[in-house]
């Protein structure tokens, strides 16, 4: 029997099957909130002291003060030196590709003048401190670091603060060498909901900042939520997911790799294969069987399969677009012989993997565009991370004279219609100013 199961459009309880797999409440259980609220409660009253406190009951060591906390410049570098060439190269390549896709993507200011001299525009600002949160629990993420603070340097953030949390006192020298090369301003050694809330509200030693992006756990994605408003955040996102669309074409040891992929990375990940080819739906299956016990993480993968994976029958090409359509992947792969010809029918993908030879993993790490991606469904609504995430907004409006006197005649009918006779007339102030004076009037 095979470890995923199989699903078919044509089943009559499909619809309701898919919604069930789906399913994914990222909503944090009342402990959990309770935990975060106490924590966020603590870091504003006592600050420093507080995170002292969390890192050593978390983390198991024990800074001999708020200072010790920070990891400098130097140690970033430090790493640099230490880590194998090889790696050296692997970082400075992506990091150089991630920051040429970013900078296509950065806003820039604009403005145009109408017929009566009125100016309108709108005027783009990086934003000044950014927070980045980095995983250092269960595994350490240096992709990661370069996909959120590489747009963060392209769009011309003023100051990146890093935090990473370091079990037994212990850091990465992947992970740090990576904030050297993305050109992080300062570091941390805290993590968690504390390093969320020092982030978010300041501490004596953490700068506050204005937004926070980065993955972490339950503890983390619901300090983030419950932050927001106070500071801006990326996303709270849930776990990784892949979607593959697959003709029959593609080898299907390739296809369960790529399904591996996704679910090695913890035990609630999504993998689905989406084919209208019967036949190659049981190929992929056996290389399933197959290739899993040669795989390091083979509980891990094992479990996400059996849980959250399923391989899905369609009809045809249709059906198998109207399916992904309908799941809104993180991750989608069209495996298939002409991708151009249908990724334009693709309403709702965080990023579109296209063509037999690429594999979603090149894009976790070094094809260019962003790997921060929506999750959940979330695609039919949100989009990639990048350099607009850190780049905000101010419309300009620079009314000349005789735009005043027009703009007034309108501004004063809405806001007497609404009741607001302040508004009114302070438009008409602007307006009777560019109008000669009526015979017998001063």
Known sequence: MSIIRRLSTTDPDFQSDLDGLLAWDSVSDDRVQQTVADIIRDLRTRGDAALLDYTTRFDRWTPACAADLEIPRARLEAAWGRIPAAQREALQTAAARIRVYAEHQRLESWSYTEADGTLLGQQVMPLDRVGLYVPGGKAAYPSSVLMNAVPAKVAGVGELIMVVPTPDGELNELVLAAAHIAGTDRAFAVGGAQAVAALAYGTETIPGVDKIVGPGNIYVATAKRAVFGQVGIDMVAGPSEILVVCDGGTDPDWIAMDLFSQAEHDEDAQSILVSWDAGFLDRVAASIERLL??????????????????????????????????????HLELSVEDPQAIVGRIRHAGAIFMGRYTAEAVGDYCAGPNHVLPTSRTARFSSPLGVYDFQKRSSLIMASAAGAAQLAKTASVLARGEGLTAHARSAEYRGEAQSPAEPGLS
């Open 293 to 330: 016990p040669t795989m390091e993480r083979e509980t891990i993968i094992a479990t996400a399969l059996r849980g959250r994976g399923a391989m899905i029958l369609a009809r045809d090409l249709e059906d198998a677009v109207a399916v992904a359509n309908r799941i809104a992947p993180e």
